[in-house]
């Protein structure tokens, strides 16, 4: 977590402080410390979002891994039940559950910034979908498929981004 916490935190200062600078200048000689201590723990959120997103999908993974592989090298493997509960850690769909659990990362973030990350996320989340359901024979094939799913994540983005600005403009 320190690791990956380390590594983000420059991008997200960046990305905190030069819009601060930028746009708001104004409020910088004001009160700068209020502006310089909110920039820096909304950086602080959104790398410790990131680190723990990561932190959560890695150790889900691991933990999967450590517990198929106490069942596989015990006396369990030779219960039918438990050797069909390892077989199923190890499956590929298993690590759908770290990418499930990563969603709590998000309750680190700003109230504010959640709707805007869950937007961007969800065309990424259909993408994989899509995918993953092509693969596996779920989805017949669609004639342009990819760019109806892109079309589709992005109308949802312009919609809740259309709806947002016409409720506060009211």
Avoid at 22 to 31: F, H, T, V
Avoid at 129 to 146: D, Q, S
Wanted: with cysteine.
């Amino acid at each position: 977590f320190l690791a990956r916490l380390k590594s983000v935190m420059p991008v997200t200062l960046s990305l905190y402080v030069v819009p601060t600078g930028c746009l708001r200048p104004y409020a910088l000689p004001k009160a700068p410390t209020e502006t310089i201590m909110r920039s820096l723990l909304g950086a602080s959120r959104s790398s410790s979002f990131l680190a723990m997103n990561v932190f959560i999908v890695k150790s889900m993974f691991c933990l999967v891994h450590v517990l198929a592989d106490g069942i596989s090298y015990s006396r369990l493997n030779d219960i039918p039940f438990m050797r069909r509960v390892s077989e199923l850690l190890i499956d590929n769909r298993m690590k759908g559950l770290g990418g499930f659990l990563s969603c709590l990362s998000l309750f680190i973030e700003d109230r504010r910034r959640r709707k805007e990350l869950t937007l961007y996320v969800l065309p990424k989340a259909l993408e994989s979908f899509w995918a993953t359901g092509r693969i596996v024979g779920y989805i017949p094939h669609v004639p342009l498929g990819e760019y109806i799913m892109a079309a589709t994540g992005l109308s949802m983005l312009m919609a809740v981004s259309y709806t947002n600005l016409t409720q506060q403009t009211n």
